[in-house]
């Protein structure tokens, strides 16, 4: 009778909980988050706060846009940034949209700086799901991936960003508490084995999942991808990766203009702004072309390989088939497409 | 008979269930192994090639038994500094023996630091009838772009690591075909392991706290 005795119970406690409700002293009739910013009421005063706040905005590019005084250039430019501003999600857009979206920020650049940059909007290969593996015998803790990845991704150089960590671990262990991630000595060092995380790429990634406004996404390569544009900087995504994979730009970034890698993505290394996230992205501005990520490249002992899965006749389908490998965290079923090694 | 069903039969029903919708094949987590599995293509019409990355590398290919091509390494003869030996040497490297016993011979400023000197010396792998050609242990005569076929004497683990695309390093580009720096390229053969060194930048948190401002 263990089962009607309980239900007995919840039948208690729900008429409790409704006669309570009556008295209007539990949580359940508060308005939910819905209630609170969507149909908020709105009174007078802040309505015309909120207007006046978007028409000062609104007037700024208008403005300069039809102004006698201001140059062609500064016309062309304000024009630009309102289409910009008023852009939409990089998923939604047509094939004509992204075309015409990554050509705006090529001029705006030029308007700008005078120079000229190249925005890739090419999509995923055909039969291609990339793949990255990880050989921590060979890893020696020199750090040339993490220069490269810095000079190809435009990181912050105030901030000195870094997408790649390169762990050193005492032999014996794999702690990642005992870690040393701040080694400054002669690498590599007697007893220690060197191991590098970077975005993982899962195939399940919650970052992806608990984000509000999809501005994160898995591309059909396998790349996990953030539209710099879209994304609000609400950090859900560094709580739900369990690999530390992700970086927030917690000041504007800063990239000198001679050291400005100018052949870019527009999922990948175009420049980013205060307030959005950005992570690893396997380099997709040159992988997307046949060409390996800047880690691999300068990589001088050969511990990364990367490649397609999907292709049978591949280094990194080799390595998987014939290697004791293993990934983090796996029983998080988050399914990396990054995979560790050993000699 | 409702204790029965109560006790008995309902919590072995309710088991069956959970079993059965764990076990169902519409199972949302799939991993990459399956979808590897299911996609696998092994005739992929790659849109894309390493020939742009790679155009300006003369290649060598690597054959199998059956002279089949597996990949391609870097040309090594082009990048010898004194090549070919015939630019100095006229004679054959055992009729070359030193007169001056205080005196440097050629090559001095080569250390052998690779394996040990009962094991190797100079003309185990130098052919010492004809300079121009490595040797293998079967006196066989090879050229300085297969030099591999002489490490892969000893080295046979790494050997087929490297076949593979677990030791060693892609050049250029993921997309086929494949090109591959081969044993020398990365190793100096006569001090083959890599050398102590200075990482090539410090972690942020170190320079802060070395440089605070």
Request: hydrophobic letters at 30%.
């Amino acid at each position: 009778m263990f089962f009607k005795r309980k239900k007995k119970g919840n039948e208690e406690v729900a008429q409790q909980k409704a006669a309570n409700c009556e008295e209007g002293s539990c949580g359940c009739s508060k308005p939910d988050g819905f209630d609170q910013v969507i149909k908020k009421p709105l009174d007078r005063r802040s309505a015309l706060k909120g207007l006046t706040a978007g028409l000062l905005a609104g007037t700024g590019f208008v403005n300069s846009s039809c102004s006698i005084t201001a140059s062609d250039a500064d016309k062309e430019l304000s024009s630009l940034k309102w289409d910009e501003y008023f852009k939409g999600n990089y998923q939604l857009m047509t094939t004509d949209e992204k075309r015409s979206t990554v050509e705006r920020l090529e001029r705006m650049y030029a308007l700008s700086n005078g120079g000229k940059i190249n925005v890739s909007d090419t999509g995923a290969v055909e039969d291609v799901l990339f793949g990255y593996a990880f050989n921590i015998s060979k890893c020696q803790g020199y750090m040339d991936c993490v220069n490269a990845c810095v000079e190809e991704n435009n990181q912050d150089r105030d901030s000195q960003m870094q997408y790649i960590r390169i762990h050193e671990f005492k032999k014996g262990q794999m702690n990642f508490e005992m870690a040393d991630d701040n080694f400054y000595h002669e690498v590599p060092a007697a007893g220690h084995f060197y191991l590098g995380t970077q975005c993982f790429h899962c195939e399940n990634p919650p970052c992806v999942d608990v984000c509000p406004v999809k501005a994160t996404w898995k591309e059909k390569d396998g790349i996990v991808v953030i539209d710099y544009d879209w994304c609000i900087g609400c950090r859900y995504c560094v709580a739900a990766c369990p690999y530390d994979g992700r970086r927030f730009n917690w000041s504007t970034p800063h990239v000198p203009e001679n050291e400005l890698n100018k052949d870019q993505h527009y999922l990948g290394n175009r420049p980013r702004t205060k307030g959005v996230m950005e992570k690893c992205t396997f380099c997709v501005q040159r992988t997307r072309k046949g060409e390996n990520p800047a880690c691999v490249e300068a990589c001088p002992t050969g511990s990364r390989i990367f490649g397609n899965l999907l292709d049978p006749n591949s280094t990194i389908r080799w390595v998987i088939e014939n290697k004791k490998v293993f990934r983090l965290k796996e029983d998080l079923g988050t399914e990396p497409k990054f995979w560790y090694f050993m000699d | 008979m409702d204790k029965i069903i109560n006790r008995i039969i309902l919590p072995i029903g309710v088991f069956l269930v959970l079993i059965s919708a764990c076990s169902s094949p519409s199972h949302k987590h799939q991993g990459p192994f399956s979808e590897i599995k299911n996609n696998s293509n092994p005739h992929i019409e790659y849109s894309i090639s390493s020939e742009p990355y790679t155009n300006d590398i003369e290649k060598i290919a690597v054959t199998n038994s059956a002279e089949d091509t597996l990949f391609f390494t870097p040309n090594r003869v082009n990048y010898l500094v004194s090549f070919p030996c015939n630019n100095c040497h006229n004679q054959d490297l055992d009729k070359m023996v030193s007169t001056d016993p205080f005196g440097k011979n050629a090559h001095w400023d080569i250390k052998l630091n690779h394996a040990t000197t009962e094991a190797l010396t100079c003309i185990t792998c130098h052919s010492s009838n004809n300079v121009e050609q490595l040797r293998l242990n079967s006196e066989k005569q090879i050229s300085y772009n297969k030099s591999q076929k002489v490490c892969a004497q000893c080295h046979s683990t790494q050997t087929k690591d490297w076949l593979g695309g677990a030791h060693g390093k892609t050049i250029g580009a993921w997309a086929p075909p494949r090109v591959s720096n081969t044993c020398v390229n990365c190793h100096n053969p006569h001090s083959p392991s890599f050398e102590t060194r200075w990482p090539s930048r410090l972690n942020t948190v170190k320079i802060k706290e070395l440089d605070p401002k």
